[in-house]
């Protein structure tokens, strides 16, 4: 799983059968740490009626299909949650990190 921005919507009229009924996001990946930008906007299939500049969970690959609710969908990406808050302690990061060194 990963987390991603809500940044757009894509309307296509005309598509694959199987994406009929399908709400399709355009999604920043970023990093759960800080927030920053983590690699380039992709598009995932929408089954939960995620919004505008909400953060998002998104599972790829066969987790995205069986998400989709369908193995045949041809989806890369599923959002399957919507993110309320988080909670991390960054100390825990820093103390692996001395142990590697």
Wanted: aromatic share 2%.
């Amino acid at each position: 799983m990963k987390i991603a921005k809500v940044i757009g919507n894509i309307w296509a009229t005309r598509k694959e059968e199987r994406l009929a009924g399908y709400k399709l996001l355009i999604v920043q990946p970023i990093n759960i740490l800080d927030g920053s930008r983590d690699r380039t906007p992709i598009v995932a299939a929408d089954t939960i009626g995620a919004g505008m500049g909400e953060t998002v969970i998104i599972v790829g690959g066969s987790s995205a299909r069986s998400a989709a609710g369908d193995m045949s969908v041809p989806v890369d990406a599923t959002v399957v949650g919507i993110v309320d808050d988080k909670e991390f302690d960054p100390g825990i990061l820093e103390e692996k990190e001395a142990v590697k060194s």
